[in-house]
């Protein structure tokens, strides 16, 4: 099916026969179908979809197994036992038949209780019960009746329900009706179920050795999964080394060197944005003392706020550049943090109310979250009077979303104001200060949380909603 869809799609429409393209639409629907139904059903984990390619084919295998000798064990022991007793019955009618005297009979049934572990009765010729329910499944009643019709041919009664330990068997002779009473494990191969006992009880011996074995070799890869995820979000790794298969080791390896050259190119470019830094504010204060030594003027309180954007552009800059790499993870109080957002809007002159749902503690890096939100409440601040703040802890998630009354930001560019240095004319400009980096730098901090952040319009106030989301 695959092999005919990617002809398809390969392929130019005419090196494909009409009738085998036709072929390929008509059944790549219902192939997709079915192929979503299993995929939405199975088992989306490493050791679930293992254990499953384990143990299916060994169910499978086992059911076979079963049905195939079972069925066949069973139904030739079963015809080959029941042919026995038939036989044996069958000898008893004849010596029934020609014994004259009640000693002979007597006879005749201890040796049958002896022998053949038979119990026989002689009734008097009375007409014979009528036929019991044939059970659907009882291939014992089957058998027997087969062979009685076709080994003694005379008319008979069997019941094969009435007493479950027990068979019953009338034979109707000329002068009188010979009554056997047989035992059912005579007639039927009653031991079958020992083999389903040590089928089933060595498989489940084999599944458990190997959900141990599986279970040692999937730890391994969900360990550099969560070192992966935790090195992220920022959070410490501890007690992480190589172990598993060779594969695994590998992976593992690989992924310890990379986290060393990150870390150490982390640690060379926050090491030379301090120099720069250093360097830059030293020729900033150099302007500013030399324009203090200066007439008070328009010219100079001019060039002094020119002084003051190229530093606020400055740290604006080295805050992006730096990315707040180099800070660990804490535990942090959300209700404590937006306090200081509400105390940041009502410098600007918002109005502004925040509500937390869920518990207030929450691993992050406090100093580079907060930056991410306080540039996304003093950016709502500064466009719309009524800023709205609020957040949920549930699910594994912390949402915190910040609604505004300004203007908004138009659907199709709402993405390209995360591009660094990008400003929208009519919201913002240099007249409202900033470098184009606020919403950037929130992204870039979000991100390294394992988180997001979204843009869209606020039912609530009619302007921005910026939605941050990010794993606890």
Do not use: C
């Not at 984990?45 to 197994?65: E, S």
């Not at 036989?87 to 005749?108: F, H, K, P, Q, Y």
């Not at 060393?260 to 190119?265: A, F, G, P, Y």
């Not at 306080?374 to 709502?380: D, S």
């Amino acid at each position: 099916m695959r092999l005919i869809g990617r002809l398809r799609d390969k392929l130019p429409d005419w090196s494909l026969p009409p009738a085998l393209r036709r072929f390929a639409d008509m059944a790549a629907v219902p192939y997709r179908t079915f192929a979503g139904a299993l995929y939405r059903r199975t088992p989306k984990g490493l050791f679930a979809r293992t254990l499953l390619i384990i143990v299916a084919p060994l169910v499978i295998m086992q059911a076979v197994l079963a049905f195939v000798f079972l069925e066949r064990h069973y139904n030739l022991v079963t015809q080959r036992l029941s042919d026995a007793v038939v036989r044996d019955i069958a000898l008893l009618a004849t010596l029934v038949e020609g014994a004259g005297s009640e000693e002979e009979i007597a006879g005749l049934t201890e040796m049958a209780r002896r022998d053949l572990s038979l119990a026989i009765t002689i009734l008097p010729p009375e007409p014979l019960p009528p036929p019991r329910p044939k059970p659907f499944f009882d291939i014992v009643d089957r058998y027997l009746s087969q062979q009685i019709a076709a080994r003694i041919g005379k008319p008979f009664w069997i019941d094969t329900v009435g007493r479950s330990s027990f068979v019953e068997i009338r034979i109707k002779l000329p002068d009188n009706v010979l009554r056997v009473i047989a035992r059912r494990s005579q007639t039927y191969a009653s031991n079958s179920h020992f083999f389903i006992v040590w089928m089933v009880s060595t498989s489940l011996i084999l599944v458990v050795i190997a959900l141990l074995f599986l279970r040692n070799q999937t730890r391994p890869v969900e360990r550099l999964a969560t070192a992966a995820e935790n090195f992220g979000k920022g959070r410490p790794i501890e007690d992480f080394r190589p172990s598993g298969a060779r594969e695994v080791r590998r992976a593992a390896q690989a992924f310890i060197e990379m986290r060393r050259r990150i870390e150490r190119q982390i640690e060379q470019r926050t090491t030379m944005l301090a120099g720069v830094s250093h360097d830059l504010r030293t020729v900033l204060t150099r302007f500013r003392l030399q324009l203090a030594l200066f007439p008070d003027s328009e010219e100079v309180r001019a060039l002094q706020r020119d002084v003051d954007e190229m530093k606020t552009m400055l740290e604006d800059y080295l805050a992006f550049a730096r990315g707040e790499g180099d800070e660990q993870a804490q535990p942090t109080d959300i209700g404590l943090l937006f306090e200081d957002l509400e105390a940041e809007v009502e410098i600007l002159g918002g109005a502004v109310s925040s509500r937390l749902d869920g518990p207030p503690m929450v691993n992050l890096r406090p100093s580079a979250f907060k930056r991410a939100l306080t540039n996304l409440a003093t950016n709502a601040a500064r466009h719309g009077s009524e800023v709205r703040i609020e957040g949920r802890n549930a699910d594994g998630w912390l949402t915190i979303t910040i609604d505004d009354n300004g203007p908004g930001i138009p659907e199709d560019e709402r993405e390209n104001v995360f591009r660094p240095f990008y400003q929208l004319d009519q919201a913002r400009n240099r007249d409202t200060g900033g470098s184009g980096l606020g919403l950037a730098i929130s992204r870039d901090i979000t991100r390294a949380h394992g988180g997001d952040i979204v843009l869209g319009a606020s039912d609530s106030l009619g302007g921005l909603r910026a939605r941050v989301r990010i794993p606890v």
